[in-house]
Each structure stands twice: as C-alpha cells, then as structure tokens.
C-alpha cells in the first residue's frame, strides 16, 4: 500500500472546554487547504495506538491538541516528533505513549508517514465541562490555524 | 505522620496521585490513590434534551465511548418506556462484543501483558508491547494491529460512526445490517476466537508454565477477600450487555441479586474529606474503612469478580477456560458450575483473557442468529408510555457502568447520576496498592521494584481515568518520595515520562 495524502488530526475532547482546542484548528486548517490539496481531517480523543492507527496510510501527519506545559495560556508550540509525548492526549493510559506506538506500527507493517509533527496550544480550563474556549485560547486561534497552514503548504511545496 | 507521593501528574499540583502515609516507626499506615474529577458534568447535562446523551456521555471517556453509549441507549430505554425489538438488542450486543474484543486485547498486550510476558523487574523501557513482541514473536505485533482493525471496523459500520457511535436510539438501533455484512462479522467473529485461544496459549506458555511467574499470581501481595459484583443472565452466567447485578460475598455465596434500576437501594457513596471522588459500598454491609472481609461493604466490579459471580461462562471454550483457571487456584465447587472466588488480584488478567474468548464466542453466537439481519431494529416510543426516568446498565471492560437520568414530562433532563466501571474500584485500588506499599516501602527493596509494583497494583484493575476525572499529559513519570516522620526526604525515586 502507498501511502499519499495528509491527514490533519485534531485531539481532546469538545465539551471540555479548552481541550478541544485541538479539533477546532484542524478543522479550520482543513476549511482552508482542502480546496488545494488531498487533505483528511480527523477528531480524535486519546493518543497511544489509535493515534498511530489514525495516521496509517497517509504520507504526511500533522497533529494538534492542547497542552499543559506551563506556558501562558494560548501560547502555541510545534513539536519535534522526539518531544511527541508532551502534549496532552497524545498518550493513551490503556496502551502506551505514541513513540511505542509508531515503533509497533513499523514493527507491524502499517503503513506510516514519513513526516508528522505535531503542535501544541497552551490549555487553561481543560476539565471543566463546557463547549466554550478561555478568551487567551480562542484568541490564540487564528494565529495557530496560521502557522499550521504555513507548515504544510511548505511540506507540500517542498514535496 | 509521613507522608510518600507518587504523582504522575507532574504539573497539576495536588490532582491525581498516590499518597504513602508512613506512621512514626515508618510502616505505612495508609495509601490514597487521588484523581481528580471532571468538573460540571451534571449542569452541563441538565437542560438538554435527554435523547442527547448517548452522544454526549460516549465523548466522556476515550477508551470505551461504546460502554457509555450503550448504557446512555438503555436508560433512554427505560426513559421514554421503550423496549428496543430483539434484533436491536442483538446488534447492540453484537456492536459491544467488537468492542470487547479490542479492549481486552489491547490491555493484555500493551498495558497488563509486558509485566508476566517481558517481566515483573524488566527495565521500563522493555515492559512494553514492544517487549511482549520481541518475546512472543514479532507477528504478534501484526495480530494485535490487525485484531483491533476488524474489529474497528464492524464498531464504526453498526455504530454510525468511527470512535463515537450514534446510532444508539430509544426503544432499538438506528442500523440494520445486511446479509454480506453479517457474513464478515461472522468470520472477523472466528478470526477474534483463534486470537483470543492464541492469548491464552501465551498466557500458559509463559505465565503459568513459568514457576516465579505463577508464583506471583497466586502470592498473596494483591489478595482481597472482598465481595464480587457482576451481571448475570438468566442462568446466572456472566452478561455485559444485559441482565440483573449479582453481588457474592467473600466466601462465594450469594448476598444480593437486584435490576440495576435499584441501584441506589443497594450502594451508597462514601464521601472522604481528601479525594473528589466517591468509596462506592454495599449499604447492607455498610462502611467499615479500607478493610476487606465478610463485614465491610468493600465490593469489586473487574472481569475477575465477574466471573466470580457466574455460574460457569456461557460459551463452551470460554468455560473450559473459567473451570481451568478456577481449578489451578484450588478452589472448590460451590454449586454445580460455579467455584469459590478468586481474590488474587493479579488472576484479573486471566480472567480479561477468558472474557475475550467468551466476547469472541459470543460474537460468533449473535452473527449466526437468523434475527441479526431482521430490519426490525426500533420500536419508535409511544408518548402514552413515557415514564421521565431510567437507570441504563452494562458491564464496561473496568466494572459496572450505570447512567440514571431524570427528565421532566416534555423529557429534557433535570437529574443526571452515573457510577463508572473504575469508580466501584476505587477502594480495592487503594488496598492493593496499600499492599504493594506494605511489602515494599519499608525494605530496601530497589526504586524500579517499588515503582512498578505499585504500578502493577493500579495497572491491573486498568483504572479508566478519563471517566470520571480528567488524565495524565504526556507520559506517566512516576515520583515517589519517602519522609520521615518529621517530613524529611529520607529517599525519592523518579521515573522520567
């Protein structure tokens, strides 16, 4: 199988106020590239080996979700893969962290990108129920889809 | 009195942790094992329409979004006095065994499995489901992967949707399947009873045919003679879609037998002024602390207490399998297909892989029923037999999981009330981790010894965080810090994410 395509995968959970962060700029990101490029975009709400499994057959990953890394509120942040597990629900408490995870997928066959990174958007109120973003998040936003955008269209102009 | 935490939430001060309490001759006295709770979840419910929840309450958890739909589903059941037709029950059934199957895999690969296949003293970095590969075999990582593929796969077509499923509905199930569909469910159900014979096979080869390793699960540094709930059929064998709660006490006689509908008549909550969350107990027995035994109303709600209460498994590999395990712990018969329990705690992940084969059996059993493919899958609720409040239950991978909604008469909900799989455990977590705590702290024994022991007493109840708290960023560092009785740092151990 080869792989073609990117797949933006936005993390954590919408009704918990700021943790849905993530899934709100991927699909922004998605609103504004679809049009140009082969583009999936996907929600998911724990990391570990579904988010392996959810980058399986694309060429490309980006993935972004909330952070608690102690930086103001709304500060955005891109990961090297090596520091993949400092975001907020890239691991899964019931399997494993995703560098364990990518390293079973490549120990099993699955076809996986060959470039992924990942983004990370300070939280402030992340266990509280709520469908509303903190004003520092919200904020924090358009400047996030920005930068994302940025990010892919030079993978892509580089491929 | 000293204190010793173990917070794997390294920047959330004060959530989600392991307290060690070390009295004065620096013995443990006590362990607390804290998490924090999801905040507003009841007012963020209240106000809406009550057909909301079963979409609502599967984003509560990441790992078994299925088990809250499911139980959301039945309490909607018994909200608008809806009986679902019996192929909506079966395709529910149907969609939950799927689930079980990767469940249950992937906690005996990935999370449970690394401690006995790659070992209890392995470095951390091994014990992993890497490590089970690289011991068992590199196809095994291939098996894993492609056991939870098939098995997403039948989720995401009869539930509506990948990850969150929807077609969850009063009175039956939005989706009927077809017949080709049928016929791949049937041979995905085949492949998952090879996979999960294969588990066992493991388990055996490496487990019990090992002397330390059997050793370790049948020691007594996890074993709680508390009582064992679970959900019964009507031949009083284990269900997870269905059924009354059986309660057996700690000598394996029957204590209590209730629908989940009078739940609140049999558990109450106890309330401790240092954790969020509540000690769920049996109210008949009554509180008597973190104390196993006939007397406290300590209860356990785990795949191991499950099969505590069965009269035998109701598929026939899956009950050789409870038979063998029972009879290599050398217990007795009780009544013509049931044993006295087992309260070795660690047998949990013996028991999970016993309930994998019975998911895979019972896959098979409903994708041969000729009523799976009826396109009967709902009766549509009838506004004359509405009744404005239910209690939906089911067995979640981690326990017991009851949702309890209250509607006024246009159905929009006033009261929402839910007891998870993990929180009916909350108790035996703490005494196992107690135990840990007991036999490791004060020897000298070496810091990875103390860390993943404590782990492992945690790990093996599989406790679902995200349910009713929110959990860990990152990876889980472990902190354990030992003080005197005057709060001195005598010693700290840490595990780097």
């Keep these: 199988m080869r792989e073609t395509g990117t797949v933006i995968i936005g993390m954590g959970n919408r009704l918990l106020s700021d943790d849905g962060v993530g899934i709100a700029v991927a699909a922004a990101v998605a609103e504004r590239l679809k049009q140009y490029m082969n583009l999936t975009v996907t929600e998911l709400h724990i990391g570990g080996i579904r988010l392996m499994e959810a980058m399986a057959g694309f060429k490309r990953a980006v993935v972004v979700d909330a952070m608690l890394s102690g930086a103001p509120p709304g500060t955005v942040r891109r990961f090297d893969p090596k520091d993949f597990v400092t975001t907020k629900n890239t691991f899964s408490s019931h399997d494993t962290d995703f560098a364990t995870a990518y390293d079973l997928g490549r120990m099993a066959g699955v076809p996986l990108p060959e470039q992924v990174s990942f983004w990370g958007i300070e939280a402030r109120e992340f266990d509280l129920f709520g469908e509303r973003f903190t004003d520092e998040v919200a904020a924090a936003v358009p400047g996030a889809v920005n930068l994302i955008v940025a990010q892919i269209t030079e993978w892509e102009g580089a491929a | ?497």
């Design chain 2, 1 to 497: 009195m000293a204190r010793i935490t173990i917070d794997p939430i390294t920047r959330l001060e004060g959530h989600g942790r392991i307290d060690i309490f070390l009295n004065d001759q620096g013995m443990v006295e006590n362990t607390f094992f804290q998490i924090p709770e999801l905040r507003g979840f009841e007012q963020f419910c209240v106000g809406r329409m009550a057909e909301e929840m079963p979409v609502i309450t599967n984003r509560i958890c990441g790992v078994c979004p299925e088990a809250h739909h499911l139980a959301a589903t039945k309490a909607l059941d018994a909200v608008f006095g809806a009986e679902p037709t019996g192929a909506a029950k079966k395709l529910r059934e149907l969609l939950y065994m799927a689930f079980f199957v990767t469940d249950h895999t992937t906690h005996f690969y990935a999370l449970g499995g690394p401690d006995f296949i790659v070992g209890p003293d392995a470095p951390p970095a091994e014990r992993n489901i890497l490590g089970v590969a690289r011991k068992v075999g590199l196809e095994v990582a291939g098996e894993v992967i492609a056991c939870r593929k098939r098995n997403h796969e039948i989720i995401t077509f009869l539930g509506g949707k990948s990850i969150h499923p929807v077609a969850g509905v009063p009175g039956g199930w939005s989706r009927a399947i077809t017949s080709v569909e049928r016929t791949q469910i049937e041979d995905i159900a085949r492949r998952n009873i090879e996979f999960a014979i294969f588990s066992l096979s493991i388990f055996e080869r490496i487990v019990l045919k090992n002397p330390l390793y059997l050793d370790l699960v049948t020691s007594d540094v996890y074993l709680h003679r508390t009582y064992s709930m679970g959900t019964v059929d009507a031949g009083n064998r284990a269900n997870f879609y269905d059924g009354m709660i059986r309660v057996v006490d700690p000598e394996g006689a029957e204590f209590i037998k209730y629908n989940p509908s009078e739940y609140r008549e049999h558990i109450a909550e106890r309330v401790e002024a240092w954790t969020y969350l509540k000690y769920p107990y049996l109210k008949k027995v009554g509180w008597k602390g973190l104390t196993d035994g006939i007397g406290s109303g300590i209860y356990t709600a785990t795949p191991l207490s499950r099969l505590n209460v069965s009269e035998g498994m109701a598929t026939s590999l899956a009950n050789a399998e409870y038979q063998r395990m029972y009879e290599t712990f050398g217990c007795k018969k009780i009544t013509a297909a049931r044993y006295e329990p087992i309260h070795h705690r660690l047998a949990t992940h013996w028991a999970r892989l016993i309930e994998l084969l019975y998911s895979s059996e019972r896959m098979l059993e409903l994708a041969l029923d000729p009523e799976i493919t009826s396109p009967e899958t709902r009766n549509i609720p009838d506004p004359a037999r509405f009744v404005g409040e239910g209690v939906g239950s089911v067995e979640a991978p981690r326990g017991t999981l009851t949702h309890h909604y209250v509607t006024d008469e246009r159905g929009v909900l006033t009261k929402v009330n839910m007891i998870v799989g993990t929180t009916n455990n909350y108790a035996p977590i703490s005494m196992s981790i107690k135990r840990a705590a007991e036999k490791l702290i004060t020897g000298n024994a070496p810091d990875e010894s103390i860390l993943n022991r404590v782990e492992m007493a945690f790990r093996l109840y599989d406790p679902c965080l995200s349910c009713a708290t929110h959990f860990l960023p990152g990876k889980m560092p472990l902190t354990v810090s030992i003080r005197d009785s005057q709060g001195g740092l005598l010693r700290e151990m840490r595990r780097k994410g």
